[in-house]
């Protein structure tokens, strides 16, 4: 190539997520890329040099100066381009001044490949391919597996933009599978799994007062499946099993809170309030099970993390999951809505000798380095990047 690549990482926002933030580290220590990052900015962070932060304050007075720059840079050296932008906003009702201060910076910039992280905002930016710009879209959990199903507008949106995208980054094959409802060919979708940094992390004594640390992170969605995991936790103490289950960023929801209170788990579970990412690792590592016990699922990164920290992993057969975790292997495996079964291997778990943990831990440490490792998902994008 005669040129790095100029690569627009999009969500939104920045910083992003924790996933989002390590591709865009790992592309920009690549040193084989240009990184534009647009967006509102949350906080201020300090990136590679290869990467640009072209962000504005969620304040008036920011969004000002961000509409005044770039319309004064696009009217005096690039209006053609402006012209024709302007055009296609007000035909889609969007030439309003918040519209112009998210798009104007980016047709600036003009990068050659925008790539955007949520399926939502398709529609917001496919207008990019009239200027010769490469749209890609991450496709991900949530936005893909059950969003377009409760709301059928969303669905016709996803058919009627999905054919125009010029290349789709699925996180799982499963998820691939599911957006071929809404027009994406295998043709233009490339399964990059995501991809963890791999550090060694300290040790973490657990169980220490013998009762079985069971963790869930992750909002109080109903298709996270939270209800099920509840009810096997009634099965588990019927059992006499002695056990404390704690969901993550479920502080405060009533149905889950309600359904506690009905089963009697009120000193057995215990719903927190979402946590810092370092925190979620701690309280990860001093756990002896991590429960997924989605209805759906991409590839959930909690479960890499855990699997890294040493921690078992019991998931439901959701999504892209098996695609991770094979029953026995590295992990445990039970089905979707399946209250019995998460109890039965909760109990499994419990009484498997020190030689068998060792061989699972070692297994669920070997398929994070080999197949979600930080270099594989960085060389796995360049590589897609310069195919489009």
Not at 324 to 351: C, Y
């Amino acid at each position: 190539m005669s040129h790095k690549l100029k690569i627009a990482i999009y969500s939104g926002v920045i910083p992003s997520s924790t996933f989002i933030e390590r591709l865009i580290t790992g592309l920009s220590i690549s040193n084989q890329c240009e990184i534009y990052l647009f967006g509102a900015e949350k906080q201020m962070l300090r990136y590679d040099k290869n990467v640009k932060v072209v962000g504005y304050r969620n304040s008036k007075f920011s969004k000002f100066i961000q509409l005044i720059k770039y319309s004064f840079l696009m009217f005096f050296f690039n209006r053609k381009d402006k012209k024709k932008l302007d055009v296609i906003l007000k035909s889609k009702g969007r030439n309003t001044r918040l519209d112009k201060v998210k798009f104007y910076p980016v047709l600036w910039h003009k990068p050659d490949i925008f790539h955007l992280q949520w399926a939502k905002g398709i529609e917001d930016w496919i207008w990019l391919k009239e200027f010769g710009v490469k749209v890609v879209l991450s496709l991900r959990g949530t936005q893909i597996n059950h969003s377009p199903i409760a709301d059928a507008e969303l669905a016709a949106m996803y058919r009627r933009e999905f054919p125009k995208v010029d290349g789709f980054h699925a996180v799982s094959k499963a998820i691939a599978n599911e957006a071929a409802k809404y027009g994406v060919t295998p043709a233009k979708t490339k399964v990059v799994y995501s991809g963890l940094q791999l550090e060694p992390s300290l040790e973490m004594e657990k169980n220490k007062n013998g009762v079985f640390q069971i963790i869930s992170i992750g909002r109080p969605h109903w298709i996270k499946g939270y209800t099920y995991a509840l009810d096997g936790c009634k099965q588990l103490k019927d059992n006499g099993f002695k056990f404390q289950y704690t969901i993550i960023g479920a502080a405060g929801n009533i149905e889950l809170a309600y359904q506690i209170e009905d089963l009697g788990l009120q000193n057995e579970v215990i719903l927190m309030e979402k946590q810092p990412f370092n925190t979620v690792k701690e309280n990860i590592q001093s756990s002896d099970l991590l429960v997924l016990p989605s209805l759906k699922e991409g590839i959930a990164n909690v479960v890499l993390e855990a699997m890294l920290l040493k921690t078992f992993v019991l998931t439901t057969d959701c999504g892209g999951m098996t695609e991770v975790i094979n029953d026995n292997v590295n992990g445990f495996v039970v089905p979707i809505r399946n209250s019995e079964a998460i109890a039965q291997k909760i109990l499994e778990i419990s009484t498997l000798s020190i030689e068998q943990k060792d061989e699972l831990v070692n297994n669920a440490i070997q398929t994070v380095r080999n197949q979600h490792n930080e270099k594989q998902l960085i060389t796995g994008m360049l590589n897609f990047y310069k195919d489009l």
